[in-house]
């Protein structure tokens, strides 16, 4: 099977680029700006018609979108997870043998929902920032773009190779100053807010998965627990042997794109809870602006859909995940 994969140097994009590798009866072709890509190509500036060129050349049978921006001002999410979105459906439809599409989406599309419930497909998406409507949008053009299609609305990632933006990567980092500076304090904001933590490793086999079957609309790509944020750092604390405090300050992490518009930290985002053994918790931003933006306090997938149609559960456990996540940073110079 020829795959046409967008997007293969970001976060989730690397693993599905090694993943795909290792099967042989996958010919795969990466399409990019950068030098390493197969194909020099800028989906936030090319033409529909200059891709559907490339798309005749390679005449994939699949194309993988893990194409995106996570953060930035609301004009480069917009042309990261919108217009380029667009440009590949085009695209797709004007070549000469139209591929299926699998496209990465984002939990942060459904918003703020209800406290202990795990939120199917059939919620009604109420995104709560530029990044959210963003990728909302994009899912909106795949699924009106009359392509065989699949969405995977893929909730919170972590694993080895996680951004040092990322809730887990910022955590890492300070794990690994404080040890080096021998330093008894790790500061981060507010970690009281419930997550659905997936491993970078299970969302690249769903995507896999989803480019070989039949499947069609918005899946949910999740564990299908939710667990608080406070409870999963602890996972990485111990992990790296810190004996020290995390010092939580009270004001919320907030959604990505959130938090770039207010200079804030780059993190999904947390909504305040009670004190928690172990934790001291402080005042507010030292700037003296309070947070802004709206806190989406529960996030938890419910993965049926992923199991019946994809065959696919999890199989990376937190605790490994995170394990990895400090053992690359525990290694890096």
Request: proline share 7%.
């Amino acid at each position: 099977m020829r795959v046409l994969l967008l997007g293969a140097d970001g976060f989730i994009g690397r693993r599905v680029t090694d993943r795909l590798l290792l099967d042989q009866e996958l010919q795969v072709t990466v399409l990019g700006r950068r030098d390493s890509a197969d194909i020099r190509f800028d989906l936030t500036t090319g033409s529909p018609g200059a891709l559907a060129r490339f798309l005749d050349a390679v005449a994939p049978q699949v194309v993988i979108n893990c194409a995106g921006a996570t953060y930035g001002s609301s004009r480069t999410l917009i042309r990261a997870n919108t217009l380029a979105v667009a440009t590949v459906c085009e695209a797709i439809r004007r070549s000469r043998e139209p591929a299926r599409l699998v496209h990465v989406g984002s939990a942060a599309e459904y918003g703020p929902v209800p406290g202990g419930v795990p939120v199917s497909e059939q919620a009604e998406p109420r995104p709560v920032g530029p990044y959210g409507v963003s990728k909302l949008a994009g899912t909106e053009l795949v699924l009106a773009s009359g392509l065989d299609a699949a969405v995977l609305r893929v909730f919170d990632v972590v694993g080895p190779g996680a951004p040092t933006a990322s809730l887990f990567g910022r955590l890492a980092e300070g794990l690994r100053r404080a040890l080096e500076r021998d330093e008894s304090q790790v500061r981060m904001p507010d970690l009281s807010g419930y997550r659905d933590f997936v491993d970078v490793r299970d969302v690249a086999r769903a995507i896999q998965s989803a480019a070989v079957s039949a499947a069609t609309g918005v899946i949910n790509i999740g564990s299908g627990h939710a667990v608080r944020a406070r409870d999963a750092a602890q996972l990485l604390v111990r992990a790296a042997g810190f004996e020290g405090s995390v010092v939580e300050e009270n004001r919320q992490v907030l959604l990505p794109a959130q938090a770039v518009a207010v200079g804030g930290d780059h993190l999904p985002g947390h909504a305040p809870g009670p004190h928690l053994p172990g934790h001291r918790q402080e005042g507010p931003r030292a700037d003296g602006r309070p947070a802004s933006g709206e806190p989406v306090p529960w996030r938890q997938a419910d993965v049926r859909t992923a199991r019946d149609r994809l065959g696919w559960r999890t199989q990376v456990p937190l605790e490994e995940s995170l394990g990895d996540v400090w053992l690359e940073t525990a290694c890096r110079v």
